[in-house]
């Protein structure tokens, strides 16, 4: 059974950092490209960062480019995505998402979702 458990969210203040973490157990983790979507309320889920199974391809989308950085270690079936200078606007339930194929990060092409975390930032 293939489980993906994020942590790592809380309350934060403006301008302040947080660094998620997503454990996968119940897959070949080295072979899923890792991504990381988020879900603010009363909105749709939108991709956020992805890495390619090696680590050496990474994606964010324009919003968080040069705050958040994904990275992985594949020996720890771990993902993570560390955020700084988080904005009111970053407030959403992060949840990380497994694809098998090289991922379009599209919502509906992921494998597998974790639970999701929620990151609220006070303005």
């Known amino acids: 059974q293939v489980q993906l458990v994020e942590s790592g969210g809380g309350l934060v203040q403006a301008g302040g950092s947080l660094r998620l973490s997503c454990a996968a157990s119940g897959l070949t983790f080295s072979r899923y490209a890792m991504g990381w979507f988020r879900q603010a309320p009363g909105k749709e889920r939108e991709f956020v960062a992805g890495?390619?199974?090696?680590?050496?391809?990474?994606r964010y989308t324009d919003s968080v480019n040069g705050r958040f950085t994904i990275s992985r270690d594949n020996a720890k079936n771990t993902v993570y995505l560390q955020m700084i200078s988080l904005k009111p606007e970053d407030t959403a339930v992060y949840y990380c998402?497994?694809?098998?194929?090289?991922?379009?990060?599209?919502?509906?092409?992921?494998?597998?979702w974790g639970k999701g975390t929620l990151v609220t930032v006070s303005s």
């Open positions: 998402a497994a694809d098998a194929i090289a991922s379009n990060w599209r919502v509906e092409s992921m494998d597998y």
């Open positions: 890495i390619s199974v090696s680590g050496g391809g990474t």
